[in-house]
C-alpha cells in the first residue's frame, strides 16, 4: 500500500462490529441506532426512487435539500444562509470531513484538534498532509484546557478542528469555552472546522451553541452536519457543510472529485425530514436521555468510573478502577467474558497515559438490549 497509509490503523468500529457479529454479542460499541428514522422519510424516498431520482444529483446538492438545510441554521440558531453558495450536500459528515481538510489544508500546515478525535480526523489530516495539534479533554471532566489551546496554536497553524457534542467523551462545549475557542481563531486568524453532528441531541440544559453563532466566527467557520445522526438514517450518509462561500467553495473543490454527488433519492426525503419531522429528533432526546441514565448507572454499579455524557449517545469510561489497564484489551476480552462489544477511546488519543484505560459505550440502542448487556456485564464480575 501507499506510504500514506502508514500508521493510520484500520477503522476500530469496523474492528469492533466483526467482533459482535463473530461473536453474538451485544453491540454498544460503534454508534447506530437500533431504530430507524421516521417511516414518512422512508416513504418520501421511496416515491423519489419511483418517479425516477436515479440518477446524478448536482454536485453541491439538490435545491430543496440545500433550502431546507438553510431553514433549518435559520429556525434554529437565526443563521442566516444562501442555499446557493453557502450550502453543500456531502457523503455524510464523513465526507464533509475529508473534503473540508483536503481542500482547506496544506502540507505542513498544522491542524489543532480536540482529542480524543473522531478517528476519521488522524487519517483526514495526515492525507491532506496536515500536522496533527491535539488538545485533550482530559478526564474525570473533559472540560476544555483554554491554555492548552493557547499553547497549541503557532505560525504554522491554519485549521482548529472542533466536535461539539463531543464523541465521545459526551462534551457540550459551553458558552465560555466556544468563546475562547473564537477569541484564539480570530487572534491568529484560523479558519474552524467544527463537526456538530449531535447538534439536537443534548440533555437537561446542555445548550448546544453553533460555533458560527459567536461574534466574528461567521466568516470563517465551516459547520458539518448529518442525517445520519440527526434523523437516525446512518446507512443513508447525506451530511452537509454550511459556511461562507469562499469555505463551502474549498469544501466542494475537493468533494468534487472525491464523489462529485450521492444519494439523489435520498436527498428530497431528507429535505422532508428537515422541513416536517423535527419532532423526532425532540423525543430522540428525552428517549436517549433515558437510556443514558440507564447505561450510566449499570456500569457505575460495576464500579467503572463514568462520565455521564451531556449530549451524543456515548458514555466515556475509565476501567482501570474496574481493574484493567489497556482498554484495547479490555474490549478483546470482553465478547468471550461477558458477551458484550465496546469500543477502546484509547485508539482516539495521541496521549496515551490519559486514554489507555478510557472504553466508550453506546447508548442508542433499545432499553432492553442496553439491560442485557448490563446483565451480562454483572455476570461476568
Ligand atoms: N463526526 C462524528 C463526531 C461522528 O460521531 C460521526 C459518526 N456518525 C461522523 C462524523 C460521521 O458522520 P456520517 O455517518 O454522517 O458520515
Ligand atoms: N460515528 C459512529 C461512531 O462513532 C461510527 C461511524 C463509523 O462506523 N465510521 O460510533
Known amino acids: 500500500h501507499a506510504d500514506r497509509l502508514d500508521g493510520i490503523p484500520p477503522t476500530i468500529f469496523t474492528e469492533m462490529s466483526a467482533l459482535a457479529m463473530r461473536t453474538g454479542s451485544v453491540n454498544l460499541g460503534q454508534g447506530f441506532p437500533d431504530q430507524d428514522g ?27 435539500l440545500r433550502e431546507a438545510i438553510a431553514a433549518h441554521q435559520h429556525r434554529h440558531y437565526g443563521i442566516e444562509l444562501d442555499p446557493g453558495h453557502e450550502v453543500v450536500v456531502t457523503t455524510g459528515a464523513t465526507e464533509g470531513i475529508a473534503a473540508a481538510l483536503l481542500g482547506l489544508v496544506n502540507p505542513g500546515d ?29 478526564g474525570p471532566d473533559y472540560r476544555l ?3 492548552a489551546l493557547r499553547a497549541a496554536v503557532n505560525e504554522r497553524t491554519r485549521v482548529m478542528l472542533i466536535n461539539t457534542p463531543h464523541n465521545p467523551t459526551g462534551t457540550v462545549l459551553t458558552r465560555a469555552e466556544l468563546q475562547s475557542i473564537a477569541e484564539v481563531a480570530i487572534e491568529h486568524d484560523l479558519v474552524v472546522i467544527t463537526d456538530e453532528v449531535y447538534e439536537h441531541l443534548t440533555f437537561e440544559d446542555h445548550e448546544h451553541i453553533p460555533l458560527a453563532t459567536l461574534p466574528g466566527m461567521a466568516e470563517r467557520t465551516l459547520t458539518l452536519s448529518s442525517a445520519g445522526k440527526m434523523f437516525s438514517f446512518t446507512g ?3 451530511g452537509w457543510a454550511t459556511g461562507p462561500r469562499e469555505l463551502t467553495g474549498a469544501l466542494l473543490g475537493a468533494k468534487q472529485w472525491l464523489s462529485f454527488s450521492s444519494g439523489s433519492a435520498l436527498q428530497p426525503a431528507v429535505a422532508h425530514a428537515l422541513d416536517n419531522e423535527s419532532g423526532f429528533y425532540e423525543s430522540l432526546r428525552v428517549d436517549l436521555q433515558g437510556r443514558r ?65 478510557k472504553v466508550r459505550w453506546a447508548f442508542c440502542k433499545e432499553a432492553d438490549v442496553i439491560a442485557d ?9
Open 38 to 64: 421516521p417511516a414518512s422519510v422512508v416513504e418520501r424516498a421511496v416515491r423519489a426512487l419511483r418517479d425516477g431520482d436515479n440518477q446524478y444529483a448536482p454536485g453541491s446538492g439538490v435545491l430543496a
Open 373 to 381: 448487556g448490563l446483565a451480562r456485564l454483572s455476570a461476568a464480575d
Open 145 to 147: 484546557d483554554v491554555e
Open 236 to 238: 443513508w450518509k447525506i
Open 110 to 138: 498544522e491542524v489543532v484538534v480536540l482529542e480524543p478525535y473522531y478517528d476519521s480526523y488522524l487519517a483526514m489530516i495526515a492525507f491532506a498532509g496536515g500536522v496533527r495539534r491535539p488538545v485533550t479533554l482530559r
Open 293 to 357: 441514565d440507564q447505561l450510566c448507572a449499570g456500569l457505575s454499579a460495576l464500579e467503572m468510573e463514568v462520565r455521564v455524557p451531556e449530549g451524543t449517545y456515548f458514555a466515556c469510561t475509565d476501567v482501570a478502577a474496574y481493574g484493567w489497564k489497556d482498554a484495547h484489551e479490555f474490549c478483546l476480552a470482553l465478547p468471550e467474558r461477558a458477551g458484550v462489544v465496546a469500543i477502546p477511546a484509547q485508539a482516539f488519543y495521541d496521549d496515551q497515559d490519559e486514554g489507555r484505560h
